[in-house]
T-cell receptor, first 117, second 113 residues
Framework: AQSVAQPEDQVNVAEGNPLTVKCTYS??????LFWYVQYPNRGLQFLLK??????LVKGSYGFEAEFNKSQTSFHLKKPSALVSDSALYFC???????????????FGKGTKLSVKP | NAGVTQTPKFRVLKTGQSMTLLCAQD?????MYWYRQDPGMGLRLIHY???????AKGEVPDGYNVSRLKKQNFLLGLESAAPSQTSVYFC????????????FGEGSRLTVL
């Protein structure tokens, strides 16, 4: 079955330190990969996506993500965390449209990022 | 700049009651989606639509119905609410089905007693 895993329920980081939020996926073919962020009592907001090309993609608010095909991972990173980065982060995968898949997004369960001053 | 608007934002129902959640988008997007968000479960797709007059089942469609009579609106209905349908519901839209990102509404919190 196609799936997305975010192995950490919560990530705690001190402000100014680098952060990584992990994501791995199990999807056949070449999927499209996304990261979304959700602030309290708000809808999800798009951060960045990988479609093809350079394995390192840059997105909003200084975030970037690295696609690793051999490890089927798409980890979210930021060189220097801010307290305002504290939120819930979702990795999502859009599988190719074949083999019975409609190509709809599959979301991970989310990782809560907490950045302390 | 409204984007995706959901109404109502909060609702409390008794078991067996019916209700409709309305989603409206002003971006002329073809694709619209209804998700539910539950703690520790992420987002799960209920139904979606690839254009006006079309709907399709997602991952968890049972107990829900949808309609897309107008391109800008996507309605989610609960005919006979159950406590298991207590959740936060999100509507989203996208311009393209594959590479385009989703634009989400702010959510509708539904409690079924």
């Amino acid at each position: 079955a196609q799936s997305v895993a975010q192995p950490e329920d919560q990530v705690n980081v001190a402000e100014g330190n680098p952060l990584t939020v992990k994501c791995t996926y199990s999807v056949s073919g070449n999927p499209y990969l996304f990261w979304y962020v959700q602030y309290p009592n708000r809808g999800l907001q798009f951060l960045l996506k990988y479609i093809t090309g350079d394995n390192l993609v840059k997105g909003s608010y200084g975030f970037e993500a690295e696609f690793n095909k051999s490890q089927t991972s798409f980890h979210l990173k930021k060189p220097s965390a801010l307290v305002s980065d504290s939120a819930l982060y979702f990795c999502a995968v859009r599988p190719p449209r074949y083999g019975g898949s409609q190509g709809n997004l599959i979301f991970g369960k989310g990782t809560k990022l907490s950045v302390k001053p | 700049n409204a984007g995706v608007t959901q109404t109502p934002k909060f609702r409390v129902l008794k078991t067996g009651q019916s209700m409709t959640l309305l989603c409206a988008q002003d971006m002329n997007h073809e694709y619209m989606y209804w998700y539910r968000q539950d703690p520790g479960m992420g987002l799960r797709l209920i139904h979606y639509s690839v254009g006006e007059g079309t709907t399709a089942k997602g991952e968890v469609p049972d107990g829900y119905n949808v309609s897309r009579l107008k391109k800008q609106n996507f309605l989610l209905g609960l005919e006979s609410a159950a406590p298991s349908q207590t959740s936060v519901y999100f509507c989203a839209s996208s311009l393209t089905p594959n590479t385009g990102e989703l634009f989400f509404g702010e959510g509708s919190r539904l409690t079924v007693l």
